[in-house]
């Protein structure tokens, strides 16, 4: 009876010890399964924002190429000569551009029946369109067929400019996740030097141009901007550049 007795205290032992280890290893299994799953919510942000704009910047892009290759002439009416010889043509004006205020420059397109109030990419018109009228049409909306899908989440809608300092359109976010700054920094990694920026403005708002006036684009205080070039001009300047890689731009 006792060497039986013996035997069940033993068996109990061992069980409880292996209770213990099965804790134990469940413990470190769950802890495992805990850090990664952060890492990799990060990185699908990180993934979803580099990809989010870098869709829209080569939609854009395109879009832009296919009006001035369609129409290299662009708007070559008489009034042209009313404009800023900065301008780049036949690239799409600033949608705000003053010259759409003239007495006699060409009107916009029967779609469009007031003059813009923001340079949003959405609202750039093409300076050439079917039947050669002049008429600035919009790229983006329904008589295009071009929708431009809104920007990723956390990010501002792309801002156009024309003038000066070449041609660039950009977005940016005030959103402080870490994330943020690792899509920007990847995501210029996939543009030639000089070709894209991100612009540090968290330490008060930056002029994006040379011509420091109320009018031209600004990186707002406290956010993180990202420009991409379409065209350089050697007055270009790259203000709050986040990891200096455009010193010498352009």
């Not at 600004?218 to 890689?245: L, N, V």
């Amino acid at each position: 009876m006792q060497r039986a007795g013996l035997f069940d205290n033993k068996e109990r032992g061992s069980a409880f010890i292996y209770i213990l280890i099965a804790i134990a290893l469940l413990a470190a299994l769950t802890a495992s399964f805990m850090r990664p799953a952060s890492q990799q919510t990060t990185a699908q942000n990180t993934y979803q924002a580099i990809t989010g704009l870098k869709s829209q910047i080569d939609f854009i892009q395109s879009a832009i190429q296919e009006c001035i290759l369609t129409y290299p002439s662009g708007d070559d009416s008489d009034t042209p000569a009313l404009l800023a010889t900065s301008v780049t043509q036949p690239y799409p004006l600033t949608p705000t551009h003053e010259y759409f205020t003239l007495d006699n420059a060409p009107t916009f397109s029967a779609d469009r029946t007031a003059l813009k109030t923001d340079d949003n990419v959405e609202s750039i018109a093409c300076p050439g369109n079917p039947g050669d009228s002049k008429d600035h049409v919009d790229i983006f909306g329904g008589s295009s067929g071009k929708f431009l899908p809104p920007p990723p989440d956390l990010f501002s809608p792309w801002e156009y400019y024309n003038d000066t300092d070449g041609i660039f359109y950009f977005t940016e976010t005030s959103n402080t996740d870490a994330f943020i700054q690792t899509a920007f920094a990847k995501l210029d990694e996939q543009f030639a030097e000089c070709q894209a920026d991100v612009i540090d403005a968290s330490g008060g708002q930056l002029e994006l141009t040379s011509v420091a006036d109320a009018t031209d684009p600004k990186c707002s205080a406290g956010a993180t901007c990202f420009r991409f070039w379409m065209i350089t001009k050697g007055t270009a300047i790259y203000p709050g550049d986040a990891d200096g890689e455009e010193v010498g731009c352009p």
